[in-house]
T-cell receptor
Framework: DTGVSQDPRHKITKRGQNVTFRCDPI?????LYWYRQTLGQGPEFLTY????????KSRLLSDRFSAERPKGSFSTLEIQRTEQGDSAMYLC??????????????FGSGTRLTVV | GNSVTQMEGPVTLSEEAFLTINCTYT??????LFWYVQYPGEGLQLLLK?????DKGSNKGFEATYRKETTSFHLEKGSVQVSDSAVYFC??????????????FGQGTTLQVKP
């Protein structure tokens, strides 16, 4: 198992463009989380999937943001009409619902988005 | 609501000094508590955890004890090394049928260890 993979590692985009990030969780993990981390702050929860169902979305997730997890495997996070305030590190984490209390979460290395 | 508060950084120490990073929490229910570490240019790594009151998590010389009476989970290490320089995040999660298990993080504390 290679852990949680995120792609791309870095993305620079012009304001107004759409971007899409991908996360491949640990294969046996049924839970997948997206977080956003801005400079000097802790990660903030964006959304959560259990298998293919999106079960919770933060108020931080405006209507320009959409996330999917087809077939309960990899997940994508799309930001439409990017704004400079979207510049951040986007982190993905996965866990097993049966073992999360004991084993915690595994994070990917993140995708750093810069909107210019 | 649920929240985590960490001492502000940066914390600057000399090698072999004793480290304490304070963390307190507010939670509705009985959370699991975590310390994550983020080295420069890398993702978050789980450092240690505790799932119930009075549990002590430990790893790589770091320790933290889940104190329900003071709602705290302070991180300690007896002798820090230059390689411990990183950002440390305290976090909690709530479990059970009505909770998603999402992590709630503190703002992070930067540790700088000088030779």
């Amino acid at each position: 198992d290679t852990g949680v993979s995120q792609d791309p590692r870095h993305k620079i985009t012009k304001r107004g463009q759409n971007v899409t990030f991908r996360c491949d969780p640990i294969s046996e993990h049924n839970r997948l989380y997206w977080y956003r981390q801005t400079l000097g702050q802790g990660p903030e929860f964006l959304t959560y999937f259990q298998n293919e169902a999106q079960l919770e979305k933060s108020r931080l997730l405006s209507d320009r943001f959409s996330a999917e997890r087809p077939k309960g495997s990899f997940s994508t996070l799309e930001i439409q009409r990017t704004e400079q305030g979207d510049s951040a590190m986007y982190l993905c984490a996965s866990s097993s619902s049966r073992a999360v209390a004991n084993y915690g979460y595994t994070f990917g290395s993140g995708t750093r988005l810069t909107v210019v | 609501g649920n929240s985590v508060t960490q001492m502000e950084g940066p914390v600057t120490l000399s090698e072999e000094a004793f480290l304490t990073i304070n963390c307190t929490y507010t939670a509705t229910g009985y959370p699991s508590l975590f310390w994550y570490v983020q080295y420069p240019g890398e993702g978050l790594q789980l450092l240690l955890k505790a799932t119930k009151a009075d549990d002590k998590g430990s790893n790589k010389g770091f320790e933290a004890t889940y104190r329900k009476e003071t709602t705290s989970f302070h991180l300690e290490k007896g002798s820090v090394q230059v390689s411990d320089s990183a950002v440390y995040f305290c976090a909690l999660s709530l479990h059970g049928s009505s909770n998603t298990g999402k992590l709630i993080f503190g703002q992070g504390t930067t540790l700088q260890v000088k030779p």
